[in-house]
C-alpha cells in the first residue's frame, strides 16, 4: 500500500474505526474518478483505442494500487515489490492511468500515449514503461508467467505477492487453464488472479464466443479459492482483497463484474464498444458526465454510492 486515506471535510464523525473505512473507500473512489478522467485524457491523444475496459476496470485498479499492493513508486524494481502482471495488454492505457495515479508515472507523460518515441505504446511493453511488469498482446500468458515468478518468489524465501489482471476473454484460453492446474499443484497461495468480466471480446459478447460460466465454480473446481463482487462497487472490492489477504493453503481468485465504459453514460451504451472511436467533440461531454456522476456520488451519503455511479447487476 501506497498512500493513506484522506479526510473527508464535511463527513459526520461516527465512530472512529466507521470513520476510518468511510474515509478509505471515499478515498479509493476518488482515485478511481481520477484514473478515469486520465483514461479519457490518453484516449483524446488517438482519438479512440479500449476506452471502455479502461472505464470499467477503473475501480479495481484504484483499490489494487491504492489498498492492497506493496510497492514503491519511486522504486519500481524493488525486489520485494507485490507484483501486477497485466496479461491483457489492449488494457495498457487502464494500467497507464493507475501507475500515474500511484506516483509511478508522472501525469504530463500520458499526453505522450500511443505516440512515436512514448515509453506508453498502446499495447502494453515491460521493456518501454517503469510499473509494466510485462508485455503484453498475445492473449493467454499472464498466469502462467504469475505462476513461474510465485514459484520463484518462495523458493527465495519472499513475501511478495503476485498478482494477474486477465479478462474473461483469456478464459477462452488453454493455456490459462493449464496455469489455473499448475498454481494449484504447487498450493501458490501468493497468487490472486482479478478476472475482468465485462462479458464482451472483440468478436462479440462473451457468452456467444464462448460459454464460460459458471466460472466461479470453475476455478473452485481446478483448486482455486474463489470470490466473485461487483468490480464497479469500491466497498465490495475492499471486502474481498481484505479477505483474500487472510486466506492460505491455495491460489485465489477475485472475479470482477465490471461494465464497459462505467462512469460515463454516453459510452456505456455504445454498440461497438470493444475499440471505441470518440467523436473529437465528444471527450469534453465524456468527462462532464464523468464529473457530474462522481460528484452525485460523493454527495449521495458516506459511502458515495448512488444510482447514478452504482450499477444495478453485473456486466453487460
Known amino acids: ?70 510497492h514503491r513508486p519511486d522504486e519500481p524494481d524493488w525486489p520485494e515489490r507485490d507484483r501486477l502482471l497485466l496479461s491483457i495488454g489492449h488494457y495498457a492505457i487502464a494500467l497507464y492511468a493507475a501507475l500515474a495515479e500511484a506516483g509511478v508515472l508522472d501525469t504530463e507523460e500520458l499526453a505522450t500515449y500511443g505516440s512515436d518515441d512514448s515509453r506508453l505504446p498502446m499495447s502494453g511493453m515491460a521493456t518501454y514503461t517503469p510499473g509494466m511488469e510485462i508485455s503484453g498482446g498475445s492473449l493467454g500468458h499472464g498466469l502462467g508467467i504469475a505462476t513461474g515468478m510465485a514459484l520463484g518468489l518462495r523458493y527465495r524465501g519472499s513475501d511478495a505477492r503476485v498478482y494477474n489482471l486477465l479478462s474473461d476473454g483469456e478464459l477462452d484460453e488453454g493455456s490459462t487453464w493449464e496455469a489455473a492446474l499448475a498454481c494449484a499443484h504447487h498450493r501458490l497461495d501468493n497468487v490472486t488472479a482479478i478476472v475482468d468480466v465485462n462479458a464482451l471480446q472483440a468478436d462479440g459478447p462473451t457468452a456467444g464466443v464462448l460459454r464460460t460460466e459458471p466460472v466461479t465454480a470453475k476455478w473452485e473446481a481446478f483448486g482455486w479459492h474463489a470470490i466473485r463482487v461487483d468490480g464497479n462497487d469500491v466497498d465490495a472490492l475492499v471486502t474481498a482483497f481484505d479477505s483474500l489477504r487472510e486466506h492460505r493453503g491455495s491460489p485465489s481468485v477475485l472475479i470482477c463484474d465490471t461494465k464497459v465504459g462505467r462512469g460515463v453514460p454516453m459510452l456505456e451504451t455504445r454498440e461497438k464498444a470493444h475499440f471505441m472511436r470518440v467523436e473529437e467533440h465528444e471527450w469534453q461531454i465524456a468527462r462532464e458526465q464523468l464529473t457530474q456522476n ?10 458515495g454510492r448512488s444510482d447514478a455511479t452504482e450499477g444495478k447487476g453485473p456486466a453487460a
Open 1 to 70: 500500500m501506497t498512500s493513506t486515506p484522506s479526510t473527508v471535510l464535511g463527513a459526520a464523525p461516527p465512530a472512529q474505526e466507521h470513520t476510518t473505512r468511510q474515509e478509505r473507500i471515499r478515498a479509493l473512489r476518488d482515485s478511481a474518478y481520477r484514473i478515469r478522467m486520465h483514461a479519457l485524457n490518453m484516449g483524446e491523444v488517438q482519438g479512440q483505442g479500449y476506452i471502455g475496459q479502461a472505464l470499467g476496470v477503473a475501480d479495481v485498479l484504484a483499490v489494487v494500487y491504492k489498498d492492497v499492493l506493496d
Open 294 to 303: 462522481h460528484e452525485a456520488g460523493r454527495a449521495d451519503g458516506p459511502d
